[in-house]
């Protein structure tokens, strides 16, 4: 784990390593002083739990938690949400085999063959985004664990399209966002 995420695993007093067979957690960076932390887990008794942590990197606290615990039946007209069915909503994106970002830049912008000095050189014209927001990702699905970065994905996907990384990064915060307003 990156050294920020173990400052604020320590804070939020949650272990560093994924201690759950079906865990994800993401940690939203955006420019400013806070991260927010979600963590997606099914517990030792089955029990689906999401929380939601506000993290204040001046005051190296947590300002705010939410805690959601999946009800198994209706709640009036309310029908529950089905936290295994968001489960695989998230297994769908490929959110246990996605790489950082940095590993697919090469797949920004398109080679040209260009002059430099007089000889002919390849080269690609690449667009990058300075401000916005970065995520860090830590997963496990049983045996399967995996752990990626990345930032910005919607900016990019305009830029580059056809790339997969990146399609699965927006389908991947499509889902939290639908499912727990991230």
């Known amino acids: 784990m990156s050294q920020e995420a173990s400052e604020i695993n320590k804070i939020l007093e949650i272990p560093n390593t994924l201690e759950y067979k079906q865990e994800i957690r993401i940690y939203k960076d955006s420019i400013g002083n806070k991260t927010v932390v979600l963590r997606i887990f099914k517990d030792q ?7 939601k942590f506000w993290y204040s990197k001046n005051i190296k606290s947590v300002t705010k938690i939410d805690e959601i615990r999946f009800p198994k039946e209706s709640i009036g ?10 489960w695989l909503n998230l297994l769908i994106t490929n959110v246990e085999f996605l790489p950082n970002m940095e590993a697919i830049r090469y797949k920004f ?42 930032d910005n994905p919607k900016t990019y996907l305009g830029y580059y399209p056809t790339v ?19």
Do not use: M
Not at 45 to 51: H, K, L, R, S, T
Not at 77 to 86: A, N
Not at 135 to 140: A, D, I, L
């Open 109 to 150: 912008g398109k080679p040209k063959i260009d002059s430099d000095r007089g000889e002919q050189v390849t080269s690609r014209t690449k667009k990058h985004v300075l401000d916005g927001v970065g995520y860090k990702v830590y997963v496990r699905n049983g045996k399967n664990t995996n752990s990626f970065s990345f």
């Open 45 to 51: 008794i089955n029990e689906w739990i999401a929380q």
């Open 164 to 182: 997969d990384e990146l399609i699965s990064y927006n389908e991947l915060l499509s889902v939290l966002e639908k499912e727990f307003s991230f």
């Open 77 to 86: 007209k309310l029908k529950p949400k089905d936290p295994e069915l968001i």
